[in-house]
């Protein structure tokens, strides 16, 4: 999958574009991802893209940064012996654009604040 561009609110990802929070898998889109606590990140939010056995899970964190994501959140996804990267959406989607093509990685990614 492919990031063409983002901007707050606003992700293209292959030449379609998505308004609501996004997880990006190798082979799809979750277009419609939301977590039980809006501005917080707990593994129930995340169970999927864990299950997905992605080598690297980047998890964008809105604009500004208003995401948090616990301690707790990113222990339990590294005892799986998964990368975690937590950064600003826009340096996210920076990062995502230069992974290598054969690593196995999974974003999930707010778009707004």
């Excluded at 063409?4 to 609110?9: F, H």
């Excluded at 292959?14 to 939301?34: E, K, L, N």
Aim: glycine share 8%; with cysteine; net charge neutral.
């Amino acid at each position: 999958m492919k990031i063409d561009r983002y901007s707050w609110g606003t992700i293209v990802i292959d030449g379609v574009t998505y308004t609501s929070d996004v997880i990006i898998y190798p082979d799809r889109v979750d277009a419609g991802w939301w977590r039980k606590e809006g501005h917080s990140l707990h593994v129930d939010d995340i169970r999927d893209a864990i299950a997905a056995h992605p080598e690297c899970l980047v998890i964008g964190t809105g604009a500004l940064g208003v995401l948090k994501v616990p301690k707790e959140t990113i222990a339990y996804i590294e005892s799986k012996g998964i990368q975690v990267i937590v950064e600003r959406t826009g340096k996210a989607v920076e990062i995502l654009q230069r992974f290598p093509k054969d690593k196995k990685i999974v974003a999930a990614l707010h778009l707004t604040c």
